[in-house]
Structures are given as structure tokens and as C-alpha cells.
């Protein structure tokens, strides 16, 4: 079992940087695959980033590519989500997600979820 928190988001302009911080809890944190996810108002949660166990490879989503990169800290059971060149269609809520089955895309596919960190970013 694994407890998620999110936090990093806020208010920036477009073109500005967030980065995005998700702190686990426990002590098997390198056994979990982990994953970010948004949901903007009135959309589908949809599949940001993902990244396996030792941080090896990584998955992202057209929308993000070439501007967001997630990594993780195994040692500090944390991952990240550094977003870059941000646009206002990033908008939305931020959620880090955990399983131990394997990396994937979609949401039902992760056991455990952290609260969420609302990203705004105008125009």
C-alpha cells in the first residue's frame, strides 16, 4: 500500500514552467509504476505520463511531448512532472497515480491515487 500527495500547482502564464511533485509514502516505493493524469472541466481524465520502476523509460502523451518530463527519485520516493512552455489548454486538475502491475496508459489500470494539484495557466 502506498499514500500519494500532490503538490506544485498554481497560477502561471502562458509560455511559464511548474514542476510537480508527488511524495509517497511507505517503503516500497521502487515497486510501483507511476503515472500522471489530468482532468480539465468538462473532459475526460485523460493519460499525461508514466514512468516504470527505476525510472528507465518513459510515456507521454502527443499533447506533452518535448515539453513535460517526468522522472523519479527512488530514494526519496518521489516523482516528478516538470512542465515547460506551458499552454492554457494544460489547465486543469494533476493527478499522480500508482501500481504495481505494470506501466500503463489507462486510468483503471492504477490502484492508488493522490488528491490532485489544480494547474491554471493563462493566457
Known amino acids: 500500500q502506498v499514500q500519494l500527495v500532490e503538490s506544485g500547482g498554481g497560477l502561471v502564464q502562458a509560455g511559464g514552467s511548474l514542476r510537480l511533485s508527488c511524495a509517497a509514502s511507505g517503503r516500497t516505493f521502487s515497486s510501483y509504476f507511476m503515472g500522471w493524469f489530468r482532468q480539465a472541466p468538462g473532459k475526460e481524465r485523460e493519460f499525461v505520463a508514466a514512468?516504470?520502476?527505476?525510472?528507465?523509460?518513459?510515456y507521454y502523451a502527443d499533447s506533452v511531448k518535448a515539453r513535460f518530463t517526468i522522472s523519479r527519485d527512488n530514494a526519496e520516493n518521489t516523482v516528478y512532472l516538470q512542465m515547460n512552455s506551458l499552454k492554457p489548454e494544460d489547465t486543469a486538475v494533476y493527478y499522480c497515480a500508482a501500481t504495481r502491475t505494470a506501466w500503463s496508459l489507462i486510468e483503471a489500470d492504477y490502484n492508488y491515487w493522490g488528491q490532485g494539484t489544480q494547474v491554471t495557466v493563462s493566457s
Open positions: 514512468i516504470t520502476r527505476s525510472g528507465g523509460n518513459t
